[in-house]
């Protein structure tokens, strides 16, 4: 039953995601034939643009932030240590840190570009970098703070996605100077926002995976079985039809 309902839900979820830019390009539009004053249907048309935004945040922190993993009985041929143990948990934690640092800029760079014109914030160099990446790194290893990390970084997402939402209203164009605009050289920067998000969904579950309960501890960690690939595919089922969300606005 429990099942039944999560997947209605799910559904209805996802169809009103596919409805909602149809209803949106129709408020925009009638706010077009006026644009000359504040109208209903822009007030209308810009707090539509926090609803996904609004999705996503819920759903991640609900279904993708408090991974549980089945322990079994470790058996020797089933279990990752040592050195492999070593590159993988380097890799993952120095990647998924640099991913949230970067992305915490982004934030701050759209910040500064939009609202504090003329002051001039140099990029952080290699040194204060590494020490972001650093903190972050720390904080990940622990699991109160690597949920309150989550919600920082969904909170990220939501005020990256309002302030496109409103270079779109206004029509201004985003150029090389924001640092967003380096990334994957896509010309829809809603889709950058949210393959940078995905590429942390998938880093924050492996690294959850990795360091579950006692597994640093014990420098042991088993090797993924099927059903731990389920959350990868929840993942990409779910950001597919966002992506669509998206590229239905176009």
């Known amino acids: 039953m429990i099942i039944k309902n999560n997947t209605t839900k799910l559904l209805v979820t996802l169809s009103f995601l596919l409805i909602l830019p149809f209803v949106q390009k129709q408020w925009f539009n009638l ?18 643009g926090a609803i996904c935004p609004s999705l996503v945040y819920i759903n991640s922190l609900k279904n993708y932030t408090d991974y549980s993993f089945t322990k079994d009985k470790i058996h020797s041929k089933k279990i990752i240590k040592g050195k492999r143990l070593l590159f993988l948990v380097a890799i993952n934690l120095i990647f998924l840190s640099f991913l949230i640092a970067d992305y915490i800029y982004i934030n701050f760079d759209l910040i500064i570009n939009l609202f504090l014109e003329g002051i001039n914030v140099p990029k952080p160099g290699i040194t204060q970098l590494c020490f972001f990446i650093f903190l972050i790194s720390i904080l990940l290893i622990f699991k109160k703070s690597r949920f309150l990390l989550k919600k920082i970084i969904l909170v990220n997402f939501i005020l990256i996605s309002l302030y496109l939402w ?4 206004i ?15 896509l010309n829809d920067l809603n889709l950058i926002n949210l393959f940078i998000l995905v590429a942390i969904e998938i880093s924050f579950y492996t690294w959850s995976f990795l360091s579950y309960k ?7 960690v088993p090797k993924p079985q099927k059903e731990d690939f389920i959350p990868f595919l929840n993942i990409f089922i779910f950001y597919f039809f966002i992506v669509i969300y998206y590229s239905l606005l176009i």
């Open 31 to 48: 706010y077009s034939l006026n644009n000359n004053d504040i109208s209903f249907y822009l007030i209308l048309y810009y707090l539509s």
């Open 166 to 169: 409103h270079l779109q209203i």
């Open 171 to 185: 029509n201004i164009s985003v150029d090389d100077q924001f640092h967003i605009y380096r990334y994957f050289r």
């Open 214 to 220: 006692t597994n640093l501890s014990d420098w042991i």
